[in-house]
Nanobody, 125 residues
Framework: QVQLVESGGGSVQAGGSLRLSCAAS????????MGWFRQAPGKEREGVAS????????YYADSVKGRFTISQDNAKNTVYLQMSNLKPEDTAMYYC??????????????????WGQGTLVTVSS
């Protein structure tokens, strides 16, 4: 079992930046991917970015490429999501997730077995 705790959400104006953090504890060696997902009111949860922990290889949704960066600090068992040039459409609850994935689509939420409680990001125009 892996426990995840997010932090760093908040309110920002369009064009601004935020950094989200996700601290993992428990059996962290049981997962090889950690990702960020988001869910806006009335919409389905969608994958934002994910990182393959052994190599640090990263994946991004097209909507955030060039604006968001996922990174990890293995010593701290923490994953970060640096968000820049934020847009109102980035407004959502952001969730950290961890899973054991072998191939396939990284952005499918049900493939991740551990989830954080979420942190709210609000971007005003």
């Amino acid at each position: 079992q892996v426990q995840l705790v997010e932090s760093g959400g908040g309110s920002v104006q369009a064009g601004g930046s935020l950094r989200l953090s996700c601290a993992a504890s428990g059996y962290t060696n049981s997962v090889n991917y950690m990702g960020w997902f988001r869910q806006a009111p009335g919409k389905e949860r969608e994958g934002v970015a994910s990182i393959y922990r052994p190599s640090g290889y990263t994946y991004y949704a097209d909507s955030v490429k060039g604006r968001f960066t996922i990174s990890q600090d293995n010593a701290k068992n923490t994953v970060y999501l640096q968000m820049s040039n934020l847009k109102p459409e980035d407004t959502a609850m952001y969730y950290c997730a961890a899973g054991l994935l072998f191939g396939g689509d990284w952005s499918v939420p049900m493939r991740y077995k551990s989830w954080g409680q979420g942190t709210l990001v609000t971007v005003s125009s």
